[in-house]
């Protein structure tokens, strides 16, 4: 591996400091391009990244620190061991959240019929939510519009990059991308016209969920259930062939009345005997008088409500079901700005307009009211309604029901309507089997996910900042727009803007004109985008090369709540586009949860941003945080844990100078350690060394399976014991201030030099700054780009010392402090003569190393002795004078 040019500062500190490590090292970093992918390569040397593309839209907060920064740590494992690291980040700058945000930033709303405007300056700049009502914000072009969301996003990006540069991220910044920029619209449009060839994507006029709020359709994967108080109203339709006696009434049970309107059939249990005579008749609808049939269909549930219930078009995913499987007819009432339509023309009778008049206008809340009312009125309500909580289908972003509209949307296969054995959805649920994720449990959301989808991916969007789907339709000439005739652009013409570019064969004069041409007014949903980072940060498009020598990705890092959009989705794309998984592992973090245990999010108002952070408690501190949270698990926000992250760096600065100061070692002629390993002779020095060898191997195990929180867990204890016991050991020693003569002391140092290198690279991937600003002090190039360490050299220098040894010895020297600590007496009080006990396996370790236990416990004269159980003890104690205090000059 390349390394970088010696740092100018090789002398140790004289007061060693976090502060301003993060902008001195990221500008040496930036400067000698430290992390730059090599594209000389092969794919085998490689190891590429699918980093998530933050939304740029607004502040980063703390989960994203969290989710980053454990990526960060796998991909500096991989460049330790000799990977050619393709580390690029991205920035998803389309759809929803930038519009909102640059509505409310300058002031403005989209007017796609509004004409664009050179030179435009916007109203304001720095607004915040309050001016979030559109009688607030000024009507601009779609055009201006999107000009305005370019320059918004550009500067979130820049401070987003700024933060995470302060984090110290080791993404290669030549390699950055957007989702909305020339080169991922291209891309973009290219995969949505070959999915069009390939009869992967198709065009349907049929009910879609429909944010009324946003006006624009929602995929499955954006709604998300929420608990909302509703009512049952018991509702009386009339039989219309009773015969003299019978009961003419029919009662159902819906949380919708406002419905009623648009009721075309009951439906109920074809097992259930209470309407057995009913199927194959028909009732009349109250209020309006609209008679529909009573049918069959098992989807009905006889223990709910009446167990029978009217099928609207549409109140929910199960009139939808019903309404395609029964064949019925459409009739809708809600349109897409939420409101009743004006008309209800299958209603006929003179009462029923009149009462559906009453109704036109007004949004489904006020319907429902008034349909209470009107049923109440009439008599066809029983009782009083019986209030429930029930979940109810939202927006992920949204704020008001989602309700259904039937509407002419796009459609990308994905499995929800292949059900056929050996299908789509079967092969994308192997596609899950075949990922290695982790941790492995993981793959059963997948599973349930595909398993529980019920319908293809939706991805057009009602929405003007995003990609443009790249299509025009024919325009007929009697002025009606044939969507069977698409018109699409030849691909070295990508990207299109259709709604300002012309397809082949036609001017500009044709557009919306009789014998002419029309354009797609709509855009490709985000995650239609998003779903192709590989492609998009691999050069799939516009760079083949680089595209074969980093596809398919090694990892994908991302949260567990994108799972069923952002995974799902991208593993849909490549396997359609490229018969392959789109990486082979998938490294899934948990979310960040408050202090009531609730997840934070931007939506929740709950988040705490990282940039304070950053600053309070160091960037090492921070990812300290992160590196303990196990893959997987939501973890609380704690600054606990990042003050002990930031005590650890500081400990890395302090121990490591301490250390560095007791002189150099002999250098390895083998280059392979830090210090030549034939000069360790003392036997606690060769079993620190056994005992490091461990850890590494421990740490090297656990990195192997991504998992950094248990590479975190082996290393950590050992430096601190390596700082708080085995470095007071053997100062004395090493200073050649012992019997052991300058062979011992050279032991020593050489045994530091060793272990403290090989410490700084396996901190290294957690510690970032910390460890870089150490290894600047004594070595060349930077500790980011050495080699991972390896166990067999440590072996080798331990000589067969048995690693016990470090702990047995510990175990005294803590036994010595406490006697001395019960005596409050200082640290620095002679010891006369002790009796140290301890088992026999111990014993040999103690007399191996009794002068250094000697030198630190000031021990006089120490005697050792088989002791009966299990512990380290003393006795026959006899302490010196403690050491007088000098006073303090006053000059």
Known sequence: MTDTAPRPDSALPDRPSLEGLEEKWDSVWSEQDLYAFDPETTRDQVFSVDTPPPTASGALHVGHVFGYSQADMIVRYQRMRGKNVFYPLGWDDNGLPTERR????????????????????????GGSNKSAKAANQLPISRRNFI???????????????????????????????????????????????ENLQQGQAYQSEAPTMWDVTYRTAVAQAEQEDREREGAYHRIGFTRTDAGAGEDATVHIETTRPELLPACV????????????????????????????????????????????????TFGDSNDVTWWRELSLPTRSVVGRDGRFLPEAPWITTEEGRARYAELAGLTVFSAQKRVVEMVTES??????????????????????????????QWYLTNGGRDTTEGG????????????????????????????????????????????????????????????????????????????????????????????????????????????????????????????????????????????RTWLFSTIVRSHLQQDSLPWKHASINGWILDPDRKKMSKSKGNVVTPLGLLQQHGSDGVRYWAGRARQGVDTAFDEGQMKIGRRLAIKILNASKFALGFG?????????????????????????????????????TAFEDMDYARSLEAVEPFFWAFCDDYIELVKERAHGNSPAGEAGAASARAALAIALEVLLRLFAPVVVFATEEVWSWWRDGSVHTQDWPESAPLREAAAGQDPALVDSVAQAAITLRRLKSDAKVSQKTPILSVTIEAPQAALTHLE???????????????????????????????LGEPPVKQPRSRG
């Open 102 to 125: 640059a509505q409310n930033y300058y002031g403005v709303r989209c007017d796609p019929s509004l004409p664009y405007q050179e030179d435009f300056t916007p109203p304001q700049e």
């Open 147 to 193: 000009e305005l969301c370019e320059q918004l996003t550009a500067l979130d990006e820049r401070s987003f990059e700024d933060v995470f540069r302060a984090l110290g991220l080791s993404v290669d910044w030549d390699h950055s991308y957007q989702t909305i920029n020339a080169a991922s619209r291209a891309t973009s449009q290219r995969a949505f016209l």
């Open 265 to 312: 059939a009951l439906v109920a249990h074809p097992d259930d005997e209470r309407y057995q005579g009913l199927f194959g008749s028909t009732v009349t609808s109250p209020l309006f008088g609209v008679e529909v049939p009573v049918l069959a269909h098992p989807l009905a549930q006889p223990d709910k409500g009446a167990g029978i219930a009217m099928i609207c």
């Open 379 to 408: 008599g066809d309500l029983v009782g009083e309604p019986t209030k429930i909580m029930h979940p109810v289908k939202f927006y992920e972003n949204g704020d008001k029901p989602l309700e259904f509209v039937t509407s002419r």
């Open 424 to 563: 789509l959805r079967d092969e994308l649920i192997a596609r899950g089997a075949e990922l290695t994720w982790h941790p492995a449990y993981m793959e059963s959301r997948y599973r349930n996910w595909v398993e529980g989808l019920t319908g293809d991916w939706l991805i057009s969007r009602q929405r003007f900042y995003g990609v443009p789907f790249p299509l025009w339709y024919a325009v007929g000439e009697d002025g009606e727009t044939d969507y069977d005739t698409v018109l699409t652009p030849p691909v070295e013409a990508l990207p299109v803007d259709p709604t300002i570019d012309v397809p082949d064969g036609f001017t500009e004069s044709q557009r919306n004109q009789p014998g002419g041409f029309t354009a797609d007014p709509d855009i490709l949903d985000t995650w239609a985008t998003s779903s192709l980072t590989p492609q998009l940060a691999g050069g799939w498009n516009s760079d083949p090369e680089l595209f074969s020598k980093v596809y398919p990705m090694d990892l994908r890092p991302q949260g567990h709540d994108i799972i």
């Open 664 to 700: 150099d070692a002999p250098a390895d002629p083998a280059g392979r350690l830090a210090a030549d390993p034939a000069v360790v002779t003392d036997p606690l020095d060769r079993a620190l060394l056994a005992q490091l060898a461990q850890v590494v191997e421990q740490a090297t």
């Open 848 to 878: 191996a190393a009794s002068a250094d236990l000697t030198a630190l416990g000031r021990v006089e004269q120490l005697e050792l002795a088989v002791g009966e159980g299990e512990e380290i003890l003393t006795r026959d104690v006899e």
